[in-house]
């Protein structure tokens, strides 16, 4: 059997395992789009809800009480008043950035309206215990049950302006996936039964979709994912403060002879994390993993990419909560050209990084402490 054959064979059963980890089983028929523009993105999905003509689902992580929150707020009201269902959940535990206030106007128009958290609502103690416990981290949207959008970008006007992110628009039977997954968290909100739509193959991409939640580990879709990688395994994530599975499983491959690279962004918007991730980063360089600090502007995205045949993008960033605490999700993509699609992407943003070295060194002193106690929290954070 030909090295490419054995691959596509090997990751084929990569696969096969992965969908039965997370229900759903890979699927043809698909058509992609991705932007790293927050605005491009912004305009494209209000044009495809603008067109909705039964439904729109989404279930968000937050809004911000800002223009690009509030446009797509007001073109949900008239949507709902034209006669389509709009179905809304927010996690919304970050309410400074939208009161409830913010969303009566919805409600008042229609709009099916569900909060996992409401900060208003509750008490201290339930608070806090919101705060580092489960959280929805999901951005689903879905359009008539044909076309979906995830990815890492908020409605949050200063983040899709200043921020790079990824976001992908997927048409095709792998909307119904993450319609799927929205169905799922609707009924642990008490919604009721949804109105069905056909599949609707439009292009040549084969994907498969990805949620977990509750007390299910998003973890073992990566340690797969490594273990079955030959050639390379790039990742591009935000946060990188990982169990320790993942690491193991980045430094296992690198020393196979994979070529194992990750990104990550000079300066978190969380700052704790500056220093789990240049200290995570430091360890695995010494590993043999080749470790990049982007720095031309902050880069919210969440991806990875193996042997020109497997690639995703999602919610999920490296760390305990993304992995083993919060509901996520993303689209793996199956073949050569959805991995080649944000492979190109990687390389290029890669190409304008820096790269970890003999010369960076792991913190000492009081900063040590420091990073104990922070990692010491690492699963609640």
Known sequence: MKKRQLLTFLLLLLCRFLSAQVIFEPVEGNRLWSTKD??????????????????????????????A???????????AREGVKVRLIMDNLITPFAKESFYEPMRKAGVDLRFVHAL????????VGSIFG??????????????????????????????????????????????????????????????????QPVGEVTAQAVGTSRREQL??????????????????????????????????AAARGVDVRMMVPAKSDWGFM???????????????????????????????ICDDILSSCGTVNMDYRSLRINWEDAVLFHGRESAL?????????????????????????IKKAWLGFVQWLQPIL
Do not use: C
């Not at 999905?45 to 911000?64: K, P, S």
């Not at 929150?69 to 949507?79: A, F, M």
């Not at 208003?120 to 608070?127: D, N």
């Not at 699609?341 to 002193?365: C, N, V």
């Open 219 to 252: 973890d073992a879709l990566y340690v797969q994912a490594l273990q079955g990688a030959k050639e390379y395994f790039y990742l591009q994530t935000p946060y990188f403060a990982p169990p320790p599975t993942i690491m193991e499983a980045l430094k296992e």
């Open 120 to 127: 208003e609502k509750m008490g201290p103690f339930q608070a």
């Open 134 to 199: 489960e959280r929805d981290h999901r951005k689903i949207v879905v359009i008539d049950g044909h076309i979906a959008y995830t990815g890492g970008m908020n409605f949050y006007q200063r983040a899709l302006v200043e921020w790079a992110d990824t976001q992908i628009r997927v048409e095709g039977p792998v909307a119904l996936q993450l319609r799927a997954l929205f169905q799922d968290s609707w009924e642990r909100m008490g919604g009721g039964e949804l109105e069905s739509f056909p599949e």
């Open 274 to 304: 500056n220093m789990l991730t240049r200290e995570y980063g430091i360890d695995l360089f010494r590993a043999g993993v080749k470790v990049y600090v982007y720095n031309a502007r902050y880069d919210h995205t969440k991806i990875f």
């Open 69 to 79: 929150g509030t446009r797509v707020r007001d073109l949900l009201i008239r949507k």
């Open 341 to 365: 699609h944000f492979k190109e992407r990687f390389l290029e943003e890669m190409a304008q990084a820096k790269p970890i070295g003999p010369e960076d060194q792991p913190i000492k002193g």
């Open 38 to 67: 927050g605005l491009q993105f912004l305009s494209r999905i209000m044009e495809d809800m603008e067109g909705a003509q039964t439904a729109i689902d989404i279930e968000y992580y937050w809004f911000a009480e800002d223009e």
